[in-house]
Nanobody, 111 residues
Framework: QVQLVESGGGPVEAGGSVRLSCVARGYNVAAWCMGWFRQVPGKGREEVVRIDSDGLTTIADSVKGRFTISRDNAKNTLYLQMNSLKPEDTAVYYC??????WGQGTQVTVS
């Protein structure tokens, strides 16, 4: 059974940094395309960054140069390092495995 569990969100000051973690259970993170999405109230879920099985990443222009995706295959964990945070980065962040698998989401609030 696929399970994704995020952690690491919370309040942060503008200009600060946060690292989100997503522990995957039931499959090998290195074998699948995975990504981070975010959503604010009243809007659809936005893809932020993805990493495919051969390590290639695709990142949204709005976060390019500030956010980095990585994974630790030994820990079966996906990360999102977010630097130089802005108030407009405030959202619920979701870890996703391609195939319509989602974590529960973690709130990041930048003020």
């Amino acid at each position: 059974q696929v399970q994704l569990v995020e952690s690491g969100g919370g309040p942060v000051e503008a200009g600060g940094s946060v690292r989100l973690s997503c522990v995957a259970r039931g499959y090998n993170v290195a074998a699948w395309c995975m990504g981070w999405f975010r959503q604010v109230p009243g809007k659809g879920r936005e893809e932020v960054v993805r990493i495919d099985s051969d390590g290639l990443t695709t990142i949204a222009d709005s976060v390019k140069g500030r956010f980095t995706i990585s994974r630790d295959n030994a820990k079966n964990t996906l990360y999102l390092q977010m630097n130089s945070l802005k108030p407009e980065d405030t959202a619920v962040y979701y870890c996703a495995k391609w195939g319509n698998y989602w974590g529960q989401g973690t709130q990041v609030t930048v003020s």
